[in-house]
């Protein structure tokens, strides 16, 4: 582990610290929940900026800078520390404007409306175009409602221009210095939540070891789910890599970094491969043992994952577990008792496992690599992202036209009907309505009852501090709180941020309570705007979008079963980027299926079209990108090109191409070629002689059988939706 040395100034004031027996283990539980740092660095900003003007009696100058530094850390992203200062000044710019004209044009209420409901159109666009953007322009719409609430209490209106964007800018300073302190901090985190998420993924699938058909089922699907975690860890952590890889003239600090995303990449190839059907090995009793040494063997990966994790974190360099060492040992031990153990069927996994082990014990070795890996970026420029989203097909452009009528309606009824803190009304729909029915959905129930929770919660505890100093410090305890839960479960922070809100109104005017029920009222209204808007405009059911989703897998898939062959013909010598991308996108398209089958679960029982079919895919494409995941993992043992192998290979991925554009097309085909390959591989297996060649071409062969098994669905998919489209 590299280990940032402190500064000077720091390492005195900590040192009497250091000499106490809580410190450090205070220190490291701090360090290893990512949600605590982010909480108390909002917080310690918040109470320096609050607490003396409350003291001064300034209540109102305290929450609008509250609020300011609250919305700077909600729209914070993940960047590089120069990424970090160029996006706060857009941030302290597009703040100001925004609560300027909200000012400006609160006395024309219809020009107001008007202008809310284009700058919503325009800020969502350009949030499109990067990560950058997205934060500076999501946290210049929330100011710009926060400005809306406090303008019948603002003593001028140009104190909200002011007080806003200097929150938000005090806010980055605070967060700027803990990065001046530890500037890879945010790579470490990154890191740290994808080798957890893999952690996760190993301990799931442990439960395949042993296992039945019924079970596996089941479980392939959970690990297919969990699966979308560790690749969207994956790619923010590509994102960040890239994003100090620009900012940097030398890349050799970074390289350390880079090494850790490669040995994450590598240890999800491994875990995500299937070599054999397990459920039935699990159904010979001779492999009974070897199978609960293999489970255990993958429970102990997760914890070594999870500590390597918590080693980012913390700082405290890695220690491998002695004891995976020797799980590991047995399970080889075990498999070279057995007869003909060269040939088990369990052999290349174990392979698999024990490169695992070796690849977390040989870290340092592995940073000590001369060339450093290059990761994909996104080429297109700015204007040609703008251009990609000004379409109505594209999702981003159809969430901004239905946030932009969210928000004009509500500002419309607020106005009309004279609705008491109407404005909260536009601030629900912005926390609730998400670019997809599900997603709103969910929203939708957990802001209710988190609303609900937090008006009842906060109601009894004001009771119980009903002083200035009470409620300061229920307010500077509920935004901590608030941050704490904010990734982890959306309706406990919405527990705590209406507690916040209820304190500051008490500190201002003392109507906390007061002001309660229409937030109530105006948070039922705003989210049932919109839940509307997802399901009247463009609703995105997804049994509509499954063919093209398939359609994207099988390409996906093709395309990385082309890199794994290439890989075999002509092994890369320093870097296999092109690999690693088509590695990538299978992933991804994999994600969409499983994500697909999970939100139709929540959609209108008339839209359950293909829900079984959906589940039978997701299970399917997931077994498919299991056996390829397997066959890339063992490119490297591969010392000469199998001819044979190399033939099949490509054969089954010409056929696989071909089939797919063909069902596509709507024209019918039998799979003729694919099962004559089969049959082939089938015919080869049985004459061929024990050996590692033999386990590759079964390999190859559940390729085979589970493709045609794919594509059978594929047909009955297109089957359908071309019936309904008639």
């Not at 949030?127 to 946290?139: A, H, I, K, N, Q």
């Not at 839960?485 to 209820?502: D, E, G, K, P």
């Not at 959609?603 to 995941?629: D, V, W």
Request: aromatic letters at 10%.
């Amino acid at each position: 582990m590299s280990k940032q040395p402190e500064k000077h100034w720091l390492s005195e004031l900590l040192g009497p610290l250091r000499k106490t027996s809580w410190y450090e283990p205070f220190r490291r539980a701090f360090l290893s929940r990512p949600d605590l740092m982010l909480a108390a660095k909002a917080t310690f900003a918040i109470s320096l900026l609050a607490v003396p003007l409350v003291i001064a009696g300034k209540s109102f100058f305290a929450i609008t800078l509250a609020l300011g530094a609250l919305a700077g850390a909600l729209s914070e992203t993940d960047d590089h520390p120069k990424g970090r200062i160029k996006s706060l000044a857009l941030k302290v710019v597009s703040f100001g404007i925004s609560s300027l004209a909200v000012e400006l044009l609160r006395p024309y209420p219809l020009v107001l409306g008007l202008g809310l409901g284009a700058s919503t159109i325009v800020f969502l666009l350009i949030g499109g175009l990067s990560e950058r953007y997205r934060g500076v322009t999501f946290g210049a719409m929330l100011v710009g409602i926060y400005a809306m609430l406090g303008t019948e209490i603002s003593p001028a209106w140009y104190w909200q221009p002011i007080l806003l964007p200097a929150g938000a800018l005090f806010y980055g300073l605070i967060s700027l210095a803990f990065l001046y302190y530890h500037p890879w901090r945010l790579l470490e985190e990154q890191l740290a939540r994808g080798f957890l998420a893999l952690s996760k993924y190993l301990k799931q699938k442990a439960s395949l070891f042993p296992s039945d058909e019924k079970r596996q089922g089941k479980l392939r699907n959970q690990l297919a789910l969990q699966n979308v975690q560790v690749v969207d860890a994956l790619e923010r952590c590509k994102e960040v890599l890239n994003s100090y890889g620009d900012a940097l003239k030398d890349d050799t600090p970074l390289q350390p970094y880079l090494r850790y995303f490669m040995l994450l990449q590598g240890l999800h190839e491994r875990a995500a491969s299937s070599h054999e059907r397990y459920d039935l090995l699990s159904s010979d009793p001779e492999n009974q043992e070897l199978l609960e040494g293999i489970g255990q063997t993958l429970l102990q990966l997760s914890q070594a994952t999870k500590q390597f994790a918590n080693s980012l974190l913390t700082g405290v360099p890695y220690r491998h577990p002695v004891s995976l060492g020797w799980v590991v040992n047995v399970l080889n031990d075990q498999l070279k008792t057995r007869k003909a153990s060269e040939t088990h069927p369990l052999v290349l996994l174990v392979q698999n496992l024990t490169r695992s082990h070796q690849s977390l014990v040989n870290l340092s070795e592995n940073q000590q690599r001369s060339i450093a890996p290059r990761l994909a970026k996104d080429k297109r420029t700015l204007g040609e992202r703008l251009r990609n989203q000004l379409s109505l097909n594209h999702p981003r452009l159809r969430h901004a036209i239905r946030l932009s009528l969210c928000f004009m309606i509500g500002f419309a009824i607020s106005e009309g009907f004279n609705v008491a803190k109407g404005e909260w009304i536009i601030l629900t729909s912005l926390f609730v309505c998400q670019p997809s029915y599900s997603e709103t959905r969910r929203r939708l129930f957990q802001r209710i009852l988190g609303t609900i929770s937090g008006v009842i919660g906060g109601v009894l505890v004001v009771q119980l501090l009903p002083t200035t100093a009470g409620q300061v410090v229920l307010l500077l305890s509920a935004a901590f709180a608030f941050f704490v839960w904010l990734r982890r479960r959306y309706a406990i922070s919405v527990i705590f941020i209406t507690i916040f809100v209820l304190s500051a109104f008490n500190l201002i005017a003392n109507q906390g309570v007061a002001v309660m029920w229409p937030r109530l009222l105006d948070t039922l209204i705003g989210a049932t705007l919109a839940f509307a808007s997802v399901r009247l405009l463009w609703p995105d059911w997804q049994h509509k979008r499954l063919p093209q989703l398939l359609n994207q897998a099988l390409l996906k898939n093709t395309s990385y079963f082309q890199a794994i062959i290439l890989e075999y013909q002509q092994p890369s010598t320093d870097d296999d980027l092109d690999y690693r991308v088509a590695r990538r996108e299978a992933h991804r398209a994999d994600n969409a299926l499983v994500l697909a089958w999970q939100d139709m679960q929540v959609e209108p029982h008339k839209q359950h079209q293909f829900q079984q079919q959906a589940f039978t895919l997701t299970y399917l494409n997931h077994a498919l990108l299991s056996y390829l995941s397997a066959l890339g993992a063992h490119r490297e043992q591969q010392q000469v090109p199998n001819l044979e192998l190399l033939h099949f290979a490509n054969g089954i991925s010409e056929a696989l191409h071909e089939a797919n554009q063909a069902i596509w097309s709507r024209i019918h085909t039998q799979n003729k070629d694919l099962q004559t390959i089969l049959e082939q591989i089938r015919q080869h297996i049985n004459e061929s002689e024990q050996g590692f060649a033999r386990m590759q071409f079964t390999l190859l062969y559940n390729i085979a059988d589970v493709t045609i098994q794919l594509l059978q669905q594929a047909k009955l998919i297109n089957k359908n939706d071309e019936a309904n489209q008639k």
